[in-house]
């Protein structure tokens, strides 16, 4: 069974800092992944995607991704409360057929003023 | 900008009723999904579309069927409704390939009562 893990939490930083979402996959082969955004009773809105092992950042949003430890993350730096949100890690899984994406159970995340 | 669109925001039905849901994206997409999401279960696919009248089971399809007739609009069934159907449904479409995210639709509440 291919898997994605992420920690539930939740995860409570203080406004202006940075918060620090984590993620792992179970099959060394995959090969794009993807950060989602949802806030309460909403849907799922894509804010990252990575391809390649090292960084890359989109304003206060870096991903990070080390295929050799099948590891992905997200760092929101300078938070504010409007990124209080559930993070959901997701993955195309090798040999996945039609972009199929496997998603994690989320982190919910909430930025205190 | 992609636009997915579920025809109901919240719905509700009765114990036996037949349900249809609604999705219809604008954007040429081959793949069209519909996932279920409940608290501590995170999304669960229910099924999936890659091409107009063809599909695929996902990891929860009892109690489901889906039909596809035109590439834009993928509906989700369920046969004869139950109070354990009482969820948040989702419906997203994506490209074939490694690249591309869904887009998911804004959800659909429904209570079974």
């Known amino acids: 069974q291919k898997e994605v893990e992420q920690n539930s939490g939740p995860l409570s930083v203080p406004e202006g800092a940075i918060a620090s979402l984590n993620c792992t996959y179970s099959d060394r082969v995959s090969q794009s992944f993807f950060w989602y955004r949802q806030y309460s009773g909403k849907s799922p809105e894509l804010i990252m995607s990575i391809y390649s092992n090292g960084d890359k950042e989109d304003g206060r949003f870096t991903a990070q991704l080390n295929k050799a430890s099948q590891y992905v993350s997200l760092l929101i730096r300078d938070s504010q409360p409007s990124d209080s949100a559930t993070y959901l890690c997701?993955?195309?899984?090798?040999?996945?057929?039609?972009?199929?994406?496997?998603f994690g159970q989320g982190t919910i995340l909430t930025v205190h003023p | 900008d992609v636009k997915v669109t579920q025809s109901s925001r919240y719905l509700v039905k009765r114990t036996g009723e037949k349900v249809f849901l609604e999705c219809v994206q604008d954007?040429?997409?081959?793949?069209m999904f519909w996932y279920r999401q409940d608290p501590g279960l995170g999304l669960r696919l229910i099924y999936f579309s890659y091409d107009v009248k063809m599909k695929e089971k996902g990891d929860i399809p009892e109690g489901y069927s889906v039909s596809r007739e035109k590439k834009e609009r993928f509906s989700l069934i369920l046969e004869s409704a139950s109070t354990n159907q009482t969820s948040m449904y989702l419906c997203?479409?994506?490209?074939?390939?490694?690249?591309?995210?869904?887009?998911f639709g804004s959800g659909t509440r429904l209570t079974v009562v």
């Open positions: 997203a479409s994506t490209m074939t390939g490694l690249l591309y995210g869904y887009t």
């Open positions: 997701a993955v195309i899984f090798g040999g996945t057929s039609y972009g199929k994406l496997t």
């Open positions: 954007m040429d997409h081959e793949n």
